[in-house]
């Protein structure tokens, strides 16, 4: 089984400025990995990413995309198991500063609902916006640019997630302007 949680950020976050708003989400950051317990194959690969890059401009700052692909885990909060996470977070920078705009964290194995209650749980405690989507999404096989890696990884597009976002869950695409190709 395969879900997404689609994040928007929100509640906590509205009206902070940027470097407010950054230090409330790398506390969730952090307390979201308090709640990981990596599987031993994935532990040397979960600090570095997969893809970051700068995906276009929203809002006069800089839209940056972080990929996270492929994430073996055996724990999230009380929920055990083996599963894989892919984690796709799209920030707002300006001036080497990093605020939320939204997250999309896909889980997969079997019985993840409490797996993705977790982490469900997490982000409306810090005021975000979720959705649950049982949707497949198409995907690619690329060369991640974490050279540790081995293997290819799999990748949805950046701009399908934004398209969804936007006609699904009301995030506001008005600003956005894309530097990659809907592929």
Known sequence: MKKALFCLSGGKNKGLSLENAAEVYDSLTKEYDSMIAWHSKYEKFSETSDITKCIGEKDY???MFTLFSTQAIKRIGNAKGDFISSSY??????NDCYAPSFDVVFLEGNDINPAINEVEKLYKNYGWNTSVVDR???SKQIESENHERKNKISIINPLMLLEYAANNLC??????KTHIKNQ
């Not at 977070?89 to 300006?94: D, M, S, T, V, Y």
């Not at 995030?171 to 956005?176: A, G, P, V």
Request: charged share 35%; aromatic share 16%; net charge negative.
């Open 171 to 176: 995030y506001d695409t008005r600003d956005i």
């Open 89 to 94: 977070i799209f920030n707002l920078e300006r």
């Open 61 to 63: 700052m800089t839209l």
């Open 136 to 138: 497949q999404f198409e």
